[in-house]
């Protein structure tokens, strides 16, 4: 019975090794399909680019400098400033036209006391006048009031004779009575040329209050042209010291637009017409500046737009136009060259990295596929083709390569779809699975 158990159980185990070999066997002639991305081979030109590093450096440079030196009164701008052409930078009081300043002013002073001067004999001269014009309606009131001298003759009355002849009158009282008669006479002459005196006094006194009266008038008007000479004397000396105090104050400006580079001076500082107070420079447009082999130096070509790519800004693209190609070398043995960039958005800053994106080569004509199509193995080249689900080795002669890009001879067409990803798993006529891309 032992026996039997024993060999039972041998059968058994050769058994189950045989159904495992079985299951070997099938699992191993089931046929492995791999992923892969697929892209088209094209026909046409691969362009080689070559990249030369620049920096970036200020579009224009300009000096900041006074035009007249002395003390620097106002500082209107700070370093890092942007200024546009003409704006202001500060304010310079010049020395020497302060003195010539006062001096001004002094003549100012002096003209106005000259006027104030004449404006007082000008009134002076006007109450002299209004006096004498006072005195003239005074005189000839009087004289008005006076009125014509009359004529006064007394004479003694006849009766008196007769009185005397008969007797009614002696001969004391006939000759009182006449001497009565010879006084009132002559005191009536004297009246008489008493008021011819007066007549000819007030017509004397209206004579000369006329003329008081036109001297009068003769003194005012001297003193209203002294009044007018002294504000035209004025008005000059204003004049002049306004002149002066523009030479005095003068103001610094802004040559050109750009950034406030460098600031050489303070407020209260002495600044001179010979020394800049400030450097502005232009990043608007904005230069790069770079130094090439003599071999380098042919793939630039003046006033000619090129690529360029930004270091600094996560190599952002853009366009730079060259402007300036040295014939000599520098210190190094290198040739200068520059390029312009508007920098409209001012985000390049001088000493920024920059690339010039050069074409340096061009293969024409030829098939061209993604330059990880192509697999090296034992210093051979291939692609793999696709064709119904299946990859076919395509050796392959690698004329340019570029990053993404390689261009090739091989017995491909147009429009074959090669292997870009999971080529380096493939073997020769391997099932593929297309997970992504042309078919």
Avoid at 260 to 283: C, D, F, H, K, Y
Avoid at 420 to 433: A, I, P, R, S
Wanted: aromatic residues 2%; proline residues 3%.
């Amino acid at each position: 019975m032992r026996r039997l158990s024993i060999l039972s159980m041998l059968i058994l185990t050769v058994l189950i090794m045989a159904a495992c070999s079985e299951d070997t066997t099938s699992d191993s002639t089931e046929e492995q399909v791999t992923p892969v991305e697929l892209a088209s081979v094209i026909k046409g030109d691969l362009v080689l680019e070559k990249d030369v590093i620049g920096r970036t450096i200020p579009g224009s440079q300009s000096a900041v400098v006074p035009t007249t030196p002395g003390e620097l009164v106002k500082l209107a701008v700070s370093k890092g400033d942007v200024v546009e052409k003409g704006d202001l930078i500060g304010r310079v009081r010049s020395s020497q036209a302060a003195d010539q300043v006062e001096i001004q002013q002094v003549s100012v002073k002096q003209a106005n006391q000259q006027l104030e001067s004449a404006k007082s004999q000008r009134s002076a001269a006007q109450d002299a006048l209004n006096s004498a014009e006072d005195n003239l309606a005074s005189a000839r009131n009087q004289a008005s009031s006076t009125g014509d001298i009359p004529s006064v003759t007394i004479e003694a009355p006849e009766q008196l004779d007769e009185l005397y002849e008969n007797g009614t009158l002696s001969e004391e009282q006939y000759h009182e009575a006449k001497q009565q008669f010879e006084e009132a006479e002559q005191q009536a002459n004297e009246f008489q040329s008493s008021l011819s005196s007066l007549l000819s006094s007030s017509q004397a006194t209206v004579a000369q209050a006329e003329q008081a009266v036109q001297q009068a008038e003769s003194q005012v008007n001297s003193a209203q042209s002294a009044v007018d000479q002294a504000e035209l004397g004025v008005e000059q000396a204003n004049t002049q010291l306004n002149q002066t105090e523009s030479q005095v104050s003068t103001t610094i400006t802004a040559p050109t637009s750009g950034e406030i580079a460098s600031l050489e001076v303070t407020e209260g500082a002495m600044v001179s017409n010979a020394q800049p107070v400030a450097t502005i420079v232009s990043l608007q447009p904005i230069k790069v500046q770079a130094s090439v082999t003599s071999n380098e130096l042919n793939l630039f070509q003046l006033d000619k737009e090129i690529l360029v790519t930004l270091d600094s800004l996560d190599e952002q693209e853009g366009k730079a136009t060259i402007s300036y190609i040295s014939n000599v070398t520098n210190d190094t043995g290198l040739y200068p060259v520059e390029a312009t960039i508007s920098n409209k958005d001012r985000t390049l800053k001088a000493g920024m990295m920059v690339s010039f994106i050069l074409p340096e080569k061009v293969v024409a004509d030829k098939l061209i596929v993604p330059t990880a199509a192509v697999v090296e193995e034992k210093g051979e080249s291939f692609v793999y083709v696709v064709n119904e689900e299946k990859a076919t080795q395509v050796p392959v002669t690698v004329i340019e390569a570029q990053s993404d890009q390689t261009a090739i001879d091989a017995e491909l067409n147009e429009g074959d779809q090669v292997v870009v990803k999971g080529q380096l798993t493939l073997t020769d006529g391997n099932k593929v699975k297309v997970m992504k891309g042309e078919q």
